[in-house]
């Protein structure tokens, strides 16, 4: 992240906003140092400070530089909804990025992750897709939810369902969380961590 030094705080931001060309608003920033003196003479604030686009260039060089490391040429769409940035990827061969039940894929996305929570020191919400194989893969969770919370109604057994990663298992929590006479709990540890789908009257 980029620093900035200014008198006070709101004209750290002001320069900020300046450079970048962005409304204050859409800044997120750190105070890194402030110092203070009598009479306000010699004042200064040290900010560091970021944009959505930041976050979006950050990933678009990043996972450039992976893929070119890799020698795969790799198109990159990123698309900024509601804080969340949805990374979209299309390759010639996009089965081996995606890897064998999406393994390959949930690594890219592991990694990047953790790359951008520690370049903005801050947890940034992200997902990766390839070629739209993420929302086909939650379309046919949700509906494999669906059949099976309509059988745990009907004979009040609650069912265990095979380990999933935890982007499913979120998808499966929020698709359930309305539904009648239904809770959902995760249990295990590590890639053993699944969800059980109880009856509740």
């Known amino acids: 992240m980029e620093k ?17 060309n962005c409304p204050l608003d859409a800044i ?15 004042n200064s604030v040290t ?14 060089d990043y996972l450039g530089a992976y893929f070119t490391n890799l020698n795969q040429e790799v198109a ?3 698309i900024v909804e509601n804080d969340n940035y949805k990374i979209i990827l299309d390759a ?11 393994q390959t894929l949930r ?3 592991t990694v990047l992750k953790a790359a951008c929570n520690n370049t903005f020191k801050k947890r940034i919400n992200l997902t990766v897709d390839v070629n739209h194989y993420k929302e086909d893969r939650y379309r046919k969770v949700r509906g494999m939810a669906n059949r099976i919370a309509k059988e745990v109604v009907r004979s009040h057994i609650d069912v265990a369902l095979d380990p999933m990663p935890n982007d499913e298992r979120k998808v499966v929590h929020q698709f359930l969380s309305n539904r009648e006479h239904i809770k959902t709990e995760s249990e295990g540890e590590g890639n053993k961590r699944h969800l059980i789908i109880k009856y509740v009257d």
């Open 28 to 42: 997120t920033y750190n105070v890194l140092e402030e110092n203070k003196h009598f009479l306000g003479i010699g």
């Open 107 to 109: 690594a890219i996305s």
């Open 92 to 102: 010639e061969n996009n089965a081996i990025i995606i890897g064998k039940a999406g």
């Open 47 to 60: 900010i560091e400070a970021y944009t959505p686009q930041d976050i979006k260039d950050f990933i678009f």
């Open 4 to 20: 900035y030094t200014a008198k006070n705080l709101e004209e750290a931001l002001a320069l900020v906003a300046k450079e970048k």
């Open 76 to 78: 990159i769409e990123i």
